[in-house]
């Protein structure tokens, strides 16, 4: 049992073997949240273990459509997940629609099986705010429009995924 030098191979018990069994099973495709709005666009990705995220450089919505394509052309992203806007009362906002119409014209271009989920972002900017205080970032760099979507859009997968 160990690392054997001659094959290069680490030759484990019943732990190991399920242990690589379990890390191949896990072996999946990355997650792209993208926080919506107007203006700017927020976003994140995860690896394609799904442990870690990354923000995205946050862009103006106009040019959304390129940067997802560009990230979907690269065939590692299973789930493009939006965080779905509603008012407290749990009625969909303005942005629905919007969402709604640019998930329609991703997918003509696009012309592949894309799963697309929602997630309630309710209180994500707010969270957002938070996390960059604590996180001892200045105050002139969190109050940056840009660095909010980007946390937020990291929030919505750390919800999705329950972390």
Not at 72 to 92: K, S
Not at 109 to 138: C, H, M, P, Y
């Amino acid at each position: 049992m160990g690392w054997d030098p001659s094959s290069k191979k680490f030759e484990g018990g019943l732990f190991f073997e399920s242990f690589r069994k379990y890390l191949c099973s896990r072996i999946m495709g990355r997650i792209l949240a993208i926080d919506y709005g107007r203006k700017r666009s927020g976003m994140a990705i995860t690896d394609t273990l799904q442990i870690s995220i990354n923000p995205l450089p946050t862009m103006p919505t106009h040019l959304l459509e390129a940067a997802c394509l560009e990230k979907l052309n690269q065939g590692d992203v299973d789930i493009l997940l939006f965080g779905l806007p509603t008012h407290t009362d749990g009625t969909e906002t303005y942005l629905k629609a919007d969402i709604d119409g640019f998930i329609k014209k991703l997918k003509k271009t696009f012309q592949k099986e894309l799963q697309i989920e929602f997630i309630d972002e309710s209180f994500s900017s707010v969270e957002a705010r938070n996390v960059l205080l604590q996180s001892g970032i200045g105050k002139k760099k969190r109050r940056e429009k840009g660095r909010i979507d980007q946390m937020s859009a990291v929030l919505l997968i750390r919800r999705y995924l329950n972390y």
